[in-house]
């Protein structure tokens, strides 16, 4: 996922929790990106951190109140939260959210993909949406 974000022009990512991620051992990998990652002991932290800069955290669920991204329905700085591939976001998670997005498919088979894919399709419309500049190949 961070891969991901460096390619779509994320400036930030936020580890919340996960104590098993170890920046440090991953600190040669992390150099390579194009993006910072900054640890967050919780997602009440990540929150405080968020509304201190103006960045509103969107959650990625397929719910009834969540807008399709095809409508690109972004503003401003945003940080999303992607649900767990099996069970979706946790109502802590949710909580902390201020809007929500999902992706709309255009087949059967799956109720949800595959949280890295599910990502990257996110942040790959957000840079459109934000016409972030493409990247020299």
């Not at 022009?9 to 600190?27: A, N, R, T, W, Y």
């Not at 919780?42 to 719910?63: A, K, S």
Request: hydrophobic share 40%; aromatic share 8%; proline share 4%.
């Amino acid at each position: 996922m961070l891969v991901s974000a460096s390619a779509f022009g994320v400036k930030e990512v936020f580890v919340v929790g996960q104590k098993k991620f170890d920046l440090e051992e991953q600190e040669p990998f992390i150099r390579t990106l194009s993006c910072q990652v900054t640890r967050l002991p919780t997602l009440r932290d990540c929150r405080q951190h968020c509304q201190e800069r103006g960045i509103r955290i969107v959650g990625v669920e397929i719910m009834n109140d969540a807008k399709s991204i095809a409508e690109r329905p972004f503003s401003g700085d945003t940080a999303f939260i992607m649900g767990n591939e099996g069970s979706g976001m946790n109502s802590a998670q949710v909580a902390i959210c201020d809007d929500f997005v999902y992706i709309p498919q255009h087949g059967g088979g799956t109720a949800s993909l595959n949280v890295t894919v599910a990502a990257s399709i996110i942040l790959q419309s957000f840079a459109l949406w934000a016409k972030l500049p493409i990247a020299s190949r």
